[in-house]
C-alpha cells in the first residue's frame, strides 16, 4: 500500500531519529554520524526543529 499523509510522524524519540539516519545522511553528508544527528536533533528540537519520517510497512 502506497503511504499517504496520515502515516507521516514526528521523530520524537531518540530511536526514531536513530532509524532516520540512512536517509538523512544521503541528504545532509556534513552530518558526520548517527550520533551527530541525534545531538544536533537534541539542540535544534528546543528551536522548533523536527524530523518527519514515514516509517517502515509493518510485515504480515
Do not use: H
Request: hydrophobic share 35%.
Amino acid at each position: 500500500m502506497k503511504p499517504t499523509i496520515a502515516d507521516v510522524r514526528i521523530a520524537r524519540e531518540e530511536a526514531e531519529v536513530r532509524r532516520c539516519w540512512n536517509a538523512y545522511k544521503e541528504l545532509r553528508p556534513q552530518v558526520a554520524s548517527e550520533d551527530d544527528l541525534v545531538e544536533r536533533w537534541r539542540v535544534q528540537t528546543r528551536e522548533g526543529f523536527r524530523i518527519a519520517y514515514i516509517p517502515p510497512p509493518i510485515s504480515d
